[in-house]
Nanobody, 126 residues
């Protein structure tokens, strides 16, 4: 399986962006998927995750209420809608996946995921 992230860019504070992550290979319906972000010199950190079925979502407190993760299994794509962006949201955003059984909830830890996309840069100016 391969994950291809896209949709990053340069925006102003308060703007919105939607990131996409295309799953190539086995159906996205087999995967729990997550978004992480990383800035230079810092550890990769959890942003949001969605269960295999798409029925359960999880968010870091720093983005709760502003970001929305969703999954379209028919298009093999997971999205991260980011509203009310702040300069501190500036980072490289990575999508990650792990094939799971239906009842497993996705984790917030980097090490739980076994497949990663290449990252897309999001820059928010003040």
């Amino acid at each position: 399986v391969q994950l291809q992230a896209s949709g990053g860019g340069l925006v102003q504070a308060g703007d919105s962006l939607r990131l996409s992550c295309k799953v190539s290979g086995p159906s996205a319906s087999r995967y729990a998927l997550g978004w992480f972000r990383q800035t230079p010199g810092k550890e990769r950190e959890f942003v949001a995750a969605i269960s295999r079925s798409g029925s359960s979502t999880y968010y870091d407190d720093s983005v709760k209420g502003r970001f929305t993760i969703s999954k379209d299994n028919a298009k093999n794509t997971v999205y991260l809608r980011m509203d009310s962006l702040k300069p501190e949201d500036t980072a490289v955003y990575y999508c990650a996946g792990k094939q799971t059984i239906l009842t497993v909830a996705p984790d917030t830890e980097v090490r739980w995921y076994d497949t990663w996309g290449q990252g897309t840069q999001v820059t928010v100016s003040s």
